[in-house]
Nanobody, 121 residues
Framework: QVQLVESGGGLVQTGGSLRLSCAAS????????MGWFRQAPGKEREFVAA???????NHADSVKGRFTISRHNAENTVYLQMNSLKPEDTAVYFC???????????????WGQGTQVTVSS
């Protein structure tokens, strides 16, 4: 059983930065891949970034160079550092956990409830 709790969302102006955090329960955190997805109104849930238990990362082309995923295993926490934010980044951001990295939401086993990120000009 894994529980995920996101924090750090909010309202930011275009060009600004936010750091999202996802705290995971359980003692098996180090065995899981972790990921971030986002979903805007009327859109499909979209892959953003993922990180393996060995800290290998993958970022979607739309955020590459602006967003960085990382993890701190001792704290059971995964982060998403978001820089140079654009209005099109506005969405609910979800944290996910699974046995391996995938870009399809259905492959992930556990999900947080999401945190709203709104980027305005």
């Amino acid at each position: 059983q894994v529980q995920l709790v996101e924090s750090g969302g909010g309202l930011v102006q275009t060009g600004g930065s936010l750091r999202l955090s996802c705290a995971a329960s359980g003692r098996t955190f180090n065995s899981y891949a972790m990921g971030w997805f986002r979903q805007a109104p009327g859109k499909e849930r979209e892959f953003v970034a993922a990180i393996t238990s060995a800290s290998t990362t993958n970022h979607a082309d739309s955020v590459k160079g602006r967003f960085t995923i990382s993890r701190h295993n001792a704290e059971n926490t995964v982060y998403l550092q978001m820089n140079s934010l654009k209005p099109e980044d506005t969405a609910v951001y979800f944290c996910a956990a699974g046995i391996s990295i995938a870009t399809t939401p259905g492959w992930w086993d556990y999900w947080g409830q999401g945190t709203q990120v709104t980027v305005s000009s």
